[in-house]
């Protein structure tokens, strides 16, 4: 290499010191590299191939060319922003606006929102309802996202636990294996007060789980709640070779109300740490904080600085931390409750770990490695605090907001599908699909018609059985087709969704397109707008 060096001369040399320095250091750095190209091959010129040092020279290009083909062929990183929100609502019903809980006014606008709410109301009449219909929360957070073009991707109640997961809608086709769990963990695992609701899925290829906690309450409680965070770890389990538990896959979000206190501090220590605002002095003391040093389990979680307020305990409908006197046994009144980071988010990105010598986890391990060097994610917090304007509950809500950077695994959907030709309720319609990609299809997929802004997969206005329906069209492309009868007479703006049953998700979206207004019904005056203003004329007394 010196040889080669001293064949270039001092004047390349000069020339890349001297442009480097230039203010655009980028730019000059490429024009000296092309200059110094340039002495390159005139240096060729005047090799003799015969000599090592022509050896050695082509050795070193060969060397570079690799590095550039490896640098070209290295698959594009994308930024993902996800917007996490974690609230004890306490029972109570939604406020009116949570513009601020979402940030909906922020000109970032995520890409992902995952939503865990704890003790929402279950009472015996609510939660039979809640069964058949949303309940008032999620029915809340579905009508702001939704026209904003966000779809509930999955969702998971266990009594007061609740869990919503958004995405926006252009990702949708790319979220798949979706599946949900729970685990009961109050009054000796048999009632759901207490627990863990989870929803896990595969974004863009990569294994994501998230984990809604309410742990059990008060001080002296931490191991317990330590132990209740293990067994629902241990025991939920999914139906996915590449990730069959929580702690398999490649990012665990855990949040919640953990409970988790701050000991052996007074209480007006911890009050005036927080007036001053130097939460710093209060976090040696945090229950989580402490344990994270002795458990292994949490060692592998991270979370971002306190800098926030404790969130628990308030006087509802104020910013006060707790003023009130409680009742106890003969008439004793009670200590205030002590202010608490009760309400947290975590994450835990896998370890890369060397191969097991098991036999049956040797192959599993390399290939996890190989994954993560070829598929790279890592997390990064942009912001951990908490909403103190909301007084509807004695705990305040508590916001993450994250990007995730990671390298798709693919790009392309696995079903393509479009409308074919006009759309009416006058004549049945056609819808064209192709699989882009081989995946398990099912007599139980469907295509289903939906109105542009549609709130989850549910929100259907009709569909059709793809095995029932599907009439030979060609190799590639095939063709299903919807009746007239369940097409929307006043039209609209529509979308294709292609469901796959064996995955459990939208594998599939068309562009939008328009639905025209029924003919038939203008003609004879069918359109529901007209219809009701005969049903009233044939109910007045005047008819």
């Not at 001092?10 to 490429?30: E, I, N, P, V």
């Not at 294996?177 to 009632?191: C, E, H, L, P, V």
């Not at 259907?460 to 299903?480: H, L, P």
């Amino acid at each position: 290499m010196d040889e080669i060096s001293r064949l270039l001369g001092a004047a390349g040399r000069a020339r890349s010191d001297t442009l480097s320095s230039d203010a655009t250091q980028s730019t000059a750095s490429r024009l000296a590299l092309r200059h110094r190209l340039s002495q390159l091959m005139t240096c060729v010129d005047d090799l003799d191939p015969r000599t090592e040092l022509h050896d050695k020279m082509v050795k070193t290009l060969d060397s570079a060319f690799r590095s550039c083909a490896r640098r070209a062929n290295r698959p594009k990183k994308d930024h993902f922003r996800l917007h996490m929100v974690t609230w004890n609502v306490a029972t109570a019903d939604p406020p009116e606006d949570v513009a601020s809980l979402l940030h909906l006014n922020s000109p970032k606008t995520p890409d992902l929102y995952v939503i865990g709410l704890q003790e929402v109301y279950s009472g015996p009449v609510r939660f039979v309802s809640d069964m058949v219909l949303d309940d008032p929360w999620s029915q809340l957070f579905i009508s702001i996202l939704a026209p904003r073009h966000y779809v509930k991707v999955s969702s998971m109640r266990m009594q007061g636990l609740l869990l919503l997961f958004f995405s926006k809608l252009e990702h949708v086709p790319f979220i798949r294996d979706i599946q949900a769990t729970y685990t009961r963990t109050g009054i000796f695992g048999y009632w759901g007060n207490k627990g863990g609701v989870s929803v896990r899925l595969s974004f863009y290829g990569h294994t994501l789980c998230f984990l809604n906690c309410h742990l059990a309450a008060h001080m002296k409680y931490a191991n317990e709640r330590v132990d209740e965070f293990e067994r629902i770890v241990d025991t939920q389990t999914f139906d996915c070779k590449k990730a069959p538990r929580i702690m398999d896959h490649r990012l665990v979000f855990w949040f919640g109300d953990l409970n988790f206190r701050i000991q052996d501090h007074g209480m007006h220590f911890v009050r005036s740490c927080i007036n001053n605002q130097t939460y710093n002095l209060l976090w040696s003391h945090d229950q989580l904080i402490m344990l994270k040093e002795k458990e292994q389990l949490l060692q592998e979680f991270e979370e971002g600085p306190l800098d926030f307020q404790p969130t628990y305990k308030f006087d509802l409908n104020s910013d006060t931390y707790d003023s009130r006197l409680y009742a106890t046994w003969f008439g004793f009144n009670g200590k205030k409750r002590k202010p608490a980071w009760t309400d947290r988010i975590l994450w835990r990105v896998r370890p890369k770990s060397p191969p097991n010598d098991e036999p049956d986890l040797k192959d599993v391990k390399r290939k996890q490695l190989k994954e993560e060097e070829e598929y790279p994610l890592k997390v990064r917090q942009e912001l951990y605090t908490s909403s103190m304007e909301y007084s509807i509950s004695d705990h305040k809500p508590v916001i993450g907001i994250f990007t995730l950077e990671l390298t798709k695994m693919y790009q392309t959907p696995l079903v393509s599908l479009h409308a074919e030709g006009d759309w009416s309720a006058d004549i049945d319609s056609m819808v064209l699909y192709r699989p882009l990609q081989p995946f398990p299809s099912s007599t139980w997929d469907w295509i289903g018609l939906y109105k542009v802004g549609f709130s989850s997969v549910s929100d259907y206005i009709t569909y059709t059985w793809v095995k029932d329906d599907e009439v030979a069209f060609n190799e590639e492309v095939m063709q299903v087709f919807m009746s007239k009868e369940e097409i929307p007479v006043r039209g609209g703006e529509c979308v294709l969704c292609y469901y796959s049953n064996s995955l459990r998700c939208i594998i599939g979206i068309s562009e939008p397109f328009k639905v025209q207004e029924s003919k038939v019904a203008v003609a004879e005056g069918l359109l529901p707008e007209r219809i009701n203003g005969l049903d009233k004329i044939a109910r007045s007394d005047d008819f």
